[in-house]
Every structure is written in C-alpha cells, then in structure tokens.
C-alpha cells in the first residue's frame, strides 16, 4: 500500500522506516530543509538503535522517499499518518498541537481524493473529534475520515516496539475505511498475533495517556516507597523483588531511583491533567500531581546525597556525573534528571563534568556551561564524587577497582541502583543509592 508520514522526527521517521520493511511504499515529508537531507541520505539526527540502518535499507530499495512538499504527499496516496511533536506549552501543562493542527490545515485542503488521515501523535482527548470537524470544513467535495492510532514506542526499542508491539490500537469514529485499511497496513503484525484493538477515537486517545499516566505513577510509587525506605533503613529494591512477583503488581517500571524524564512521561501526565481540568474532571486526576511531585522531588534529593557525600558542602568540589540522557540507548535529553542533578550541583558551586556515550552534543546545546568528557575515565579524573544518573551498560560493567586509581576521593552514588553495591564496597568505595 502507498501511504505518507507527515513528519520525520523520532516517531515519524521510525514509523516511515517500518512501514517500509513491512513492504509498503512510503513518503515521508519533513518540513525542516536540514534534517530532510539528513534523512534523505540515510542519516538519522538522533539516535536509536537499529534505525540508521533500517531507513538506509529502505530508502536505497526505493521504498521510502522523502519530501518537503505536502503537494507531493496529496497526490501520493491517500492513507496520512500524522507523527508530529505535541510538545508542552510554555508556561503551562497542556500539549502544544500547533503542528497536529498544522498537518491539517496544509494537507485536506490540497487532497482532490477521499482519504484517511490516522493520528499517531499523543493528544488529549477530543483531538481526533476537533480535527474530523476542521476537515470537513477544508475538504473540497471529498470525504476525509480522521482516526486515531496511538503510538506505544520505548526510545532504544522503537523498532521493535512498531514491527512486534504489545498491541495495536485504533480509534474510528465508524462507517469509514479506517478499520479495513488499518488491517491490511498492519496484516503481517496481526497475523503474528498481536492483539488489534478496534475503538471510538476517543477512547483510543485516552488509552494513550492512561498507559503513560500509569507507567509515571508506577515508578514515582517505588520511590514514595524509597523515601520511607531511607527514613526506615529498608531496603526498597527487595522491596520491589518482593512485590513485583505478585501478578497483579508485576516487576517492570518498580527500580527506584531517579526517576523518569523524556519527551513523553512528564509532558504528558501534564496534558492529561490538564485536559481533565477542561473537561470539569479535574478532580479524578489529582493524584497524578504527586505523581508528578514525587519524580521531581528525587532530584533535589539526589542532589543532598550529594553534599552529604561530600562532607556538606560542595562548594569547590569536582563531581562527575555519568549519565546526561534520560534512560539508555537514547540520546535524548528532554527533561533529563541526570542533567536536571547536574545543572543545581553546578548551582550550589561545584565543577561537574560529563560523560554520556551517546548523549554529549545534545546536552552541549542545553547545559552550555557543563563541563563534558570523552570517556568515563576522564570524566572521573580527580573527582571528589562520582554519580551515576542514566544506566548504561558501560557503566555497569565499570570496574571499580581500576577506576579507584583516577579519583580523589572514592564516593559514587548510584542514582538507577543499577551498580554491584558489594563489588564497589569490597572496591574500597563508599557506595550510597
């Protein structure tokens, strides 16, 4: 089938390039003139592993082209995947749909054919009905059916997540296309197993941001526990262990820590409380504003088990901070609670430096005045503390033992619990988490 995927950042150009390898032929339009030649030469401007490789295989094949104009993307097909950014408002908790809005208003009225535009953006609810509206209105003698079919990716396994997910989801408000299309795009994954779930577009906006909501209030839950595990001296990890072999509780999203960040959880656990408040529902999502509080409030705590590793105080004292991205195999630092530590360090007078594998140049452009190394060894090089922040492999294999040498003084506070605490105590180190 030939279809189009209006905007190629991290959810478009993943969706586009899966599409693809699914056997479809694909357009995918990006309006930015410099990361659609990025693109169009097989270069993804962030990264994700796996997707390099992938786009270039398609786009070499012929399967997937990429454009600027929304002229050669109407005249191209007549299935529309929207997978532009909703970022959150400045100053405020709502999403920013500047740009959903945008893709319609360029696109519907330049279609001369009936067509199906299918959301993957997250949105709050009543999108999908507003956007149905506004196409109508645009449409010129042709009938646009608008639909919702959320996305569901984890960065460092989104390709996996689009060819194998754990479900598919879609929104149709009924007497449309939408459903028999959605099949026959997604054939080979529903033939695999996956389960296909057919709903009203509300209901398939709101899946969305109820998985999402559950997942931040999962993990801002272990570390409520956590903070009355310090204040007890338990143990939350066995904790976790321990309740996470209930089937109704499971283990996943229970490590405590530092909590989550990114593009997703905490911009749209806003929206959604936010949304609520528009709708008079406030009330029903109260506790995400906890939810909310608890993960920033690991930060700040973070940064006390800091000075207190450091004797009080960390005026003068060199830190090293390994970690800027907000989980592993990711390079994106949106609301990222390693550099989010890093930056009130600096703040309260210390020098930090940096190390991420993949994470650097985006972290450069957003915490300029950090300090940033190459390698884990000169990150730490005279460090009065070592914090990790994001769970890389590397630094879970680092050997304490090796490392002890390039220090000043042997404190490492483990921000993911992901270190072998007896390993660096037997190391010689002082270990907190």
């Known amino acids: 089938m030939r279809m189009v995927v209006l905007g190629l950042g991290y959810l478009g150009a993943t969706h586009a390039a899966c599409m693809a390898e699914l056997g479809h032929e694909v357009l995918g339009i990006e309006v930015v003139a410099a990361k659609r030649a990025q693109l169009a030469a097989g270069d993804v401007p962030f990264y994700e592993p796996g997707l390099p490789e992938l786009l270039k295989r398609n786009i070499d094949s012929g399967k997937l082209t990429i454009s600027g104009s929304y002229g050669d993307a109407a005249d191209f097909a007549d299935v529309f995947f929207i997978a532009v950014g909703t970022p959150q408002k400045k100053g405020e908790y709502s999403a920013d749909l500047q740009y959903v809005d945008a893709a319609v208003e360029e696109l519907v009225p ?62 149709a408000f009924g007497g ?72 109704r509780i499971g283990r996943r999203f229970l490590n405590a820590g530092l909590g989550f960040g990114g593009g997703c959880l905490p911009k749209d656990i806003r929206a959604f409380m936010a949304r609520a408040g528009e709708l008079g529902a406030a009330e029903a999502l109260a506790f995400l504003r906890e939810v909310d509080n608890v993960n920033m409030r690991r930060r700040t705590r973070m940064v006390e088990k800091a000075r207190e590793m450091c004797n009080g105080s960390l005026v003068g004292k060199r830190i090293c901070i390994l970690g800027a991205a907000f989980k592993p195999e990711s390079d994106d630092v949106r609301d990222s609670p390693a550099l989010n530590v890093a930056g009130q360090i600096q703040l309260q ?31 730490c090089s005279k460090a009065d503390a070592v914090l990790v922040l994001t769970e890389w492999r590397e630094f879970v294999e680092i050997d304490p033992i090796e490392l002890k040498k390039h220090v000043r003084h042997a404190n490492v506070l483990d921000g993911r619990m992901c270190l072998d605490s007896g390993f660096w105590i037997a190391s010689g180190w002082n270990y907190a988490a």
């Open 176 to 247: 449309g296309a939408a459903e028999v299309l959605c099949r026959e795009i997604y054939a080979p994954i529903i033939d695999a197993g996956t389960p296909f779930i057919v709903t009203d577009p509300a209901t398939a906006e709101l899946v969305k941001t109820s998985a999402n909501a559950f997942l931040a209030t999962k993990i801002s839950f272990i570390n409520a526990i956590a903070e009355v595990c310090d204040a007890a001296g338990a143990d939350v990890k066995a904790i976790a262990d321990a309740i996470g072999y209930d089937d």
């Open 349 to 379: 007078g210390a020098s930090v430096t940096v190390y991420d594998p993949k994470a650097t140049a985006n972290s450069k452009r957003l915490f300029p005045t950090l300090d940033y190394a190459e390698s884990v060894v000169e990150a």
């Open 110 to 171: 330049l279609l001369t054919r009936d067509a199906l535009v299918l959301g993957k953006s997250t949105v709050p609810v009543g999108t999908a009905q507003r956007l149905a509206d506004r196409a109508d209105e645009l449409a010129k003698d042709i009938n646009v059916e608008i639909a919702w079919n959320p996305e569901f990716l984890r960065e460092g396994f989104a390709i996996d997540d689009t060819l194998h997910p754990d479900r598919l989801v879609l929104g």
